[in-house]
């Protein structure tokens, strides 16, 4: 079979649509995640045994199994569980879900370990100034974590990037979707599974930037 370079850059104004959504669903599930993940974080610090176990548990489940077993957890087990009938568009609902859980795992153990480099000293002398517990977390030892865990959150930005390809198991028209459908149209899988892998490693060359960018400023700050 002859192959077609061309086809590539002929469809590439469908693969960027899917690009679109690939990016859609890492920018909401790094959000949702890293929200969930600062909670999460936190408890796995707490002196309340319950909310301690039960934060250890959830971060052991979703660290310890893969992505795509989660994703067909939501997407296929949830409603069979429940047993109710998927709405049209329970695809991106699941996606969602999936991805900000498993981000907020993951993001849970990078602040974690942030809050935890900073000296319990900061703490101490928060508390003796008169601040409560809460708001010494908030003004003295959540900022200074937050430049520590800036690379580690970019790392994870990037990763959920390309773990977000998973999506297209649940028939999402992500960027690696998008181009499955065009190799079953053309039946040219290596232009098109070429030129989906340059756009991936853009985006995460791209991203990969702004986090070093990011990083040296936060440096400068200091």
Request: hydrophobic share 50%; glycine share 8%; charged share 15%.
């Amino acid at each position: 079979m002859v192959i077609d370079w061309g086809l590539g850059i002929e469809n590439l104004p469908i693969l960027l649509r899917g690009a679109k959504i690939t990016i859609q669903f890492t920018v909401v599930s790094v959000f949702l995640g890293s929200i969930l993940g600062l909670f999460f974080a936190l408890g796995r610090m707490s002196r309340i045994p319950i909310l301690k176990y039960f934060c250890v548990g959830y971060i052991d489940f979703f660290r310890g199994t893969p992505l795509l077993v989660q994703i067909l957890l939501i997407y296929v087990g949830v409603p069979h569980l429940f047993g109710f009938t998927m709405p049209d568009n329970y695809q991106y609902i699941a996606g969602y879900i999936a991805l900000s859980l498993n981000c907020a795992a993951y993001t849970a153990e990078i602040f974690r370990s942030g809050i935890q480099s900073i000296d319990p000293g900061q703490m101490e002398a928060a508390r003796s100034l008169g601040m409560t517990q809460y708001q010494a977390m908030r003004y003295i030892i959540l900022p200074q974590a937050f430049k520590v865990v800036v690379p580690p959150l970019g790392n994870e930005f990037i990763a959920m990037l390309k773990d977000s390809s998973l999506l297209a198991f649940i028939a999402i028209e992500d960027l690696l979707y998008s181009g499955k459908i065009i190799v079953g149209r053309t039946f040219q899988p290596m232009p098109i599974y070429l030129t989906v892998a340059l756009i991936y490693l853009f985006m995460t060359m791209a991203l990969s930037l702004l986090v070093n960018y990011t990083e040296r400023r936060l440096g400068k700050s200091d």
